[in-house]
C-alpha cells in the first residue's frame, strides 16, 4: 500500500479527466478565472494607487506661523530648532514682508492689502517633514504647537485623510467583492462535482462493492475540486498581468502629459502564490462540501 | 467462515424477506442457495457482504458480525469477499483490463504487481486475449466472466455469486461452474445462488433450499 504512488496515480486521473472534456474544462477555467481577477485586478488597481498616495504624500507642507512681534533673532532660533529636529526634512522661511507681496500678487486683493496700515501677516516657516504617513504629520504638528513663540501649526492633511477615505472604501468594496466571488467559486466547484458524481453513479457504487474505502472514493472528485481551482487561480493571474501590461502601455501615454511615472504595478510573486492558494482552497472547499453532501446517497442496493 | 444464527431480515412496510435463518458455511465449502425468485437468496447473499444489516439475529462472516460491524470496518471485509453480479455491474467506461484492475487500485496495488494479477486473472476465465475489449463488446457469458475475473483478481476467501448463470444457455453455464469449482479446488468458500435444478446435477455440492425466506430442510 503506497499512498504516494496512490496520489500520483489520483493526480494523473485528474488531469486526464480535464483534458477529456477539453472545451468544458476551458470554460469552467475561464469563468474561474474572471471571478476571481476582479476582486484581484481592484486588490492590484488600489495598490498602484497607494504607493501613489505615499509619493505624493513625502510633499505635505505644515505650515509654522510665529507670534507677531518676535524678535529676528527669536526666529532663527527657531529655524535652527526645526532644521535640527529629526522629523523635519528642511525648511522654507517666509517673512512677513514677502508672504504680504505673495498676497499681493496672488489672490487680486492687492486693493485690499494696499489699503492695510500695516502688515498683519506674521513670519512663518513652511517645514517639509520626512515622513508620508498622516499620524506622523499630526503627532509633529502637536508637538511644533507646544513651542515658544509659535502662534499656529497648519497641518493640510485633509486630503490625505479623503485619500485614506477613498482607499478603505475601495478596499472594503474589494473586499465584498472578493467574498462574493469567492462563494461563486465555491459554488462552480460544488455543481461540477455535483455532476461528476452523478455520471459516475455506478462506478462509485461499483467500487464500494468490492471494498473502496470513502477516502478512496473521494480523493479524485476533492482532487479535480483543487487542481481546478489552482488553474483557474492561474488564468486569474494571468488575466490580470494580461490587462495591466495593456493598461500600462497605455497608461504611459496620458502619464507622459502629467510629467508622472505612475503605472500599475502588477501582482507580486507573493500575491500571486496566496491567489494560487486561496483558490486551490476554494476550489477542494467545493469538492469536499459536494462530496459530503452527495456521495452518501449511493449506497449500493 | 459464513454463520447464521436466527436472522431475521424485515423490510420497512412489514415485508419479511429472511426468517429464523440457521447455518454454518465452513472454510473451503462450496454450496448452493437454491429457490424461487423472491425466496430470499440475494437478501442473504446481501447480508454477507454487509450490503444489508439483519433485523435480528447474528451474521458471523470470517468472525466479524454484520449487525453491528462499524461502516469503516466494510471496505476491509469486503475486500476479502468476491462479489459476482447477475447484472454483472461492469463500467462500460473502461476496458476489460481496466475493469479487472479496479479492485486493485483500491488495495493500492503497485502498478506492475497488480498488471500481472489482472493478465492472471483474465488467463484463468479465458479473457486474455480480450483485454482491450470494452465490456460493452463482449458477449453475456463473456461479461459474466470477466466479473469473475474482477471478483478473484484480489484472491478473496470468499465468493459470493447470485444466479451468475442466470441468463446464460448450457454450454456457457458450466463453462462458468467448471471456473468455480477450480477455485473451489484451491480452498475458497464459495456461496452460489441458482435456480438451475441442471447445474445443481452436473456440479454436486451442498444446497441451501429457500421458501419464502424460510430454509427447508
Known amino acids: 500500500m503506497n499512498l504516494l504512488i496512490e496520489h500520483l496515480r489520483v493526480l494523473r486521473f485528474t488531469l486526464q479527466r480535464l483534458l477529456l472534456t477539453p472545451n468544458a474544462s476551458l470554460l469552467n477555467l475561464t469563468i474561474i478565472g474572471i471571478a476571481l481577477s476582479l476582486p484581484v485586478g481592484g486588490y492590484v488597481l488600489l495598490e498602484s494607487v497607494q504607493n501613489l498616495g505615499s509619493q505624493i504624500a513625502v510633499t505635505p ?35 512677513r514682508e514677502v508672504a504680504l507681496k505673495k498676497l499681493q500678487q496672488s489672490t ?85 462535482i455535483r455532476l461528476q458524481i452523478l455520471t459516475r453513479r455506478e462506478e462509485i457504487e461499483v467500487a464500494k462493492l468490492i471494498g473502496a474505502t470513502d477516502a478512496f472514493i473521494r480523493r479524485p472528485f476533492l482532487y479535480f475540486g483543487l487542481t481546478q481551482g ?68 449511493i449506497e449500493p442496493r | 467462515m459464513i454463520k447464521f444464527n436466527q436472522v431475521y431480515k424485515r423490510y420497512p412496510g412489514g415485508h419479511e424477506a429472511l426468517r429464523n435463518l440457521n447455518f454454518d458455511i465452513a472454510e473451503g465449502e462450496m454450496v448452493y442457495l437454491t429457490g424461487h425468485s423472491g425466496a430470499g437468496k440475494s437478501t442473504l447473499l446481501k447480508l454477507v457482504a454487509a450490503i444489508e444489516r439483519p433485523s435480528s439475529g447474528g451474521v458471523l462472516v470470517r468472525g466479524q458480525n454484520i449487525r453491528s460491524i462499524k461502516p469503516a ?79 478473484i483478481v484480489n484472491r478473496p476467501t470468499i465468493l459470493l455469486a447470485d444466479e451468475p448463470t442466470g441468463n446464460l444457455d448450457t454450454e456457457y453455464s458450466s463453462e462458468i461452474m467448471n471456473i468455480f469449482k477450480s477455485f473451489h479446488q484451491v480452498g475458497v468458500t464459495l456461496l452460489i445462488s441458482t435456480h438451475d435444478e441442471s447445474i445443481l446435477r452436473q456440479f454436486p455440492a451442498r444446497a441451501l433450499h429457500l421458501k419464502k425466506g424460510e430454509l427447508q430442510p
Not at chain 2, 83 to 110: E, W
Open chain 1, 61 to 95: 507642507q505644515i505650515s509654522v506661523f510665529i507670534t507677531a512681534g518676535t524678535s529676528s533673532s527669536e526666529t532663527e532660533r527657531i529655524g535652527d530648532k526645526l532644521r535640527q529636529h529629526a522629523g523635519i526634512k528642511r525648511i522654507e522661511f517666509v517673512s
Open chain 2, 73 to 151: 470496518a466494510i471496505p476491509a471485509l469486503r475486500r476479502n469477499i468476491g462479489l459476482i453480479f447477475q447484472d454483472h455491474k461492469l463500467l462500460f467506461d473502461r476496458n476489460a483490463f481496466d475493469n479487472v484492475m479496479l479492485p486493485l487500485q483500491i488495495c493500492g496495488f503497485d502498478h506492475r504487481e497488480a498488471a500481472k494479477r489482472v493478465r492472471a486473472a483474465l488467463d484463468k476465465v479465458g479473457l486474455l486475449d480480450r483485454e482491450k475489449a470494452n465490456p460493452i463488446a463482449l458477449s453475456g457469458g463473456e461479461q459474466q466472466r470477466l466479473c469473475i475475473a474482477r471478483a
Open chain 1, 108 to 192: 487680486g486683493l492687492a486693493d485690499v492689502v494696499d489699503g492695510l496700515s500695516q502688515n498683519p501677516l506674521p513670519d512663518a516657516f513652511v517645514v517639509y517633514p520626512k515622513g508620508g504617513d498622516v499620524a506622523a504629520l499630526e503627532s509633529l504638528r502637536d508637538e511644533l504647537k507646544t513651542w515658544q513663540r509659535i502662534a499656529h501649526v497648519q497641518l493640510d492633511s485633509a486630503w490625505v485623510h479623503k485619500l485614506e477615505a477613498l482607499l478603505d472604501f475601495g478596499r472594503l468594496a474589494v473586499l465584498i467583492l472578493a467574498a462574493l466571488l469567492s462563494f461563486a467559486l465555491v459554488a462552480i466547484t460544488f455543481n461540477t
Open chain 1, 230 to 297: 489552482l488553474l483557474g487561480g492561474a488564468a486569474a493571474w494571468l488575466l490580470i498581468s494580461g490587462s495591466l501590461l495593456l493598461l500600462n502601455r497605455n497608461l504611459s501615454v496620458l502619464t507622459l502629459l502629467y510629467a508622472s511615472d505612475f503605472r500599475l504595478q502588477g501582482l507580486s510573486t507573493g500575491d500571486g502564490l496566496a491567489l494560487l492558494g486561496f483558490s486551490a482552497y476554494l476550489g477542494w472547499l467545493g469538492a469536499w462540501f459536494s462530496v459530503s453532501q452527495h456521495l452518501w446517497q
